[in-house]
C-alpha cells in the first residue's frame, strides 16, 4: 500500500525509489511463488519505461489480488489514476489504463475473499455435524518416532490441530497454542499437530520454528473421517476424555478461545451421537 501511495515514484518520477520500494513490499508481503510472478512486470515497467506509475502500480495489483495487499494497492492505483485525471492534463488514457488495472485487482481480491469466506463456512459446517459423535480410532507417528494411538488417549483431552507450512494463519494459531502448552501444561490434555505434508518439510520448517508438543505427517488419506475430510486450515478438532468429538472448527482461534474450549471445558454430558449419514 505503500507503494501504491509512494509521491516519489510519481512526483519525481524517479524508478529507483519506485523499483527499491517494490522489492521491499514485494519481499515483506509476498510468498516467494506470487513474487516470482510480479518482479518481471515491475522489472519491465521500471527499465522498458513505457507505462506510467498508474499503469504498473496495477499490474502489480492484478497478481497480488490473490491476496489483501493486491486489494490496498488496486485502492491506492485507482486514488492515484483519478488524481491525475483531476490535476494534469497529459496522459489521460494511462491514467485510465492504470485505474482499470487498478479496478480489476480490487475487484479479484473480493472474490477471492468470499470464495474464502464461503470454503471455511462450509469447512465448518462439515465438521460440526461430527460433535458429539464418538472419535474413530486413529494412529499417527510423530516426527521424533512416537506412535500415538488414540484408544490411549481415553481420560484425556484431546486437540488435533490441522496445519502446513505454508499457511500464515496456521502459524497464528500454532503460536496460541504453544503459549498455552508452555503456561498451561496438565497432564490430562495431549495437543497433536497433524500435516499431510512430507518429514522432511516439517522438520525443516520446524527447525526455525519449534514447538513443545508434537507433530505428526500423514496424509489425510491415512486418516477416518472426519480427520480425512478436513477442507481448510488451519482446522481443530477438540475429543474429550470420553472419546466423543466436542468440537470442530476451522479458521483461527485465539490463545482465549483454545483455552476455553479445551482447557476449560467440561466433558460431553450426553451419550454420543450416530455419525453423519453420508460419512459413516
Not at 112 to 137: C, F, K, T
Request: net charge positive; glycine share 8%; aromatic share 8%.
Amino acid at each position: 500500500f505503500l507503494l501504491g501511495l509512494n509521491p516519489w515514484s510519481i512526483a519525481l518520477r524517479s524508478r529507483c525509489w519506485a523499483l527499491a520500494l517494490a522489492i521491499v513490499v514485494l519481499l515483506a508481503l509476498t510468498p516467494p511463488g506470487v513474487l516470482t510472478l510480479v518482479m518481471p512486470l515491475l522489472s519491465f515497467r521500471i527499465f522498458a519505461g513505457i507505462v506510467a506509475p498508474h499503469i504498473h502500480i496495477g499490474l502489480i495489483a492484478l497478481p497480488l489480488s490473490v491476496i489483501r495487499i493486491g486489494g490496498a494497492l488496486g485502492l491506492g492505483g485507482m486514488w492515484l489514476g483519478a488524481r491525475h485525471l483531476m490535476r494534469r492534463h497529459g496522459a489521460r488514457r494511462r491514467a485510465w489504463v492504470g485505474i482499470a488495472f487498478s479496478t480489476v485487482a480490487v475487484v479479484n481480491t473480493g472474490v477471492v475473499m468470499y470464495a474464502q469466506a464461503v470454503l471455511l463456512r462450509h469447512a465448518n459446517a462439515a465438521m460440526a455435524r461430527w460433535e458429539g459423535v464418538a472419535s474413530p480410532a486413529f494412529v499417527v507417528t510423530t516426527l521424533d518416532g512416537t506412535v500415538v494411538d488414540s484408544t490411549n488417549l481415553r481420560g484425556k483431552r484431546v486437540l488435533l490441530d490441522f496445519w502446513a507450512t505454508w499457511c500464515a494463519p496456521c502459524r497464528l494459531q500454532m503460536a496460541a497454542l504453544e503459549r498455552l502448552v508452555q503456561e498451561k501444561q496438565r497432564d490430562d490434555i495431549v495437543v497433536l499437530g497433524i500435516s499431510d505434508e512430507d518429514a522432511a518439510t516439517l522438520r525443516t520448517f520446524l527447525a526455525k520454528n519449534p514447538v513443545a508438543y508434537p507433530i505428526a505427517s500423514i496424509e489425510r488419506a491415512g486418516l477416518p473421517a472426519p480427520y480425512s475430510q478436513v477442507l481448510a486450515v488451519p482446522a481443530v478438532y477438540v475429543i474429550d476424555r470420553n472419546g466423543v468429538i466436542q468440537f470442530g472448527r476451522a479458521g483461527v482461534l485465539t490463545s482465549e478461545e483454545l483455552e476455553r474450549l479445551v482447557w476449560d471445558a467440561a466433558d460431553v454430558a450426553t451419550a454420543p451421537k450416530r455419525p453423519p449419514a453420508d460419512d459413516s
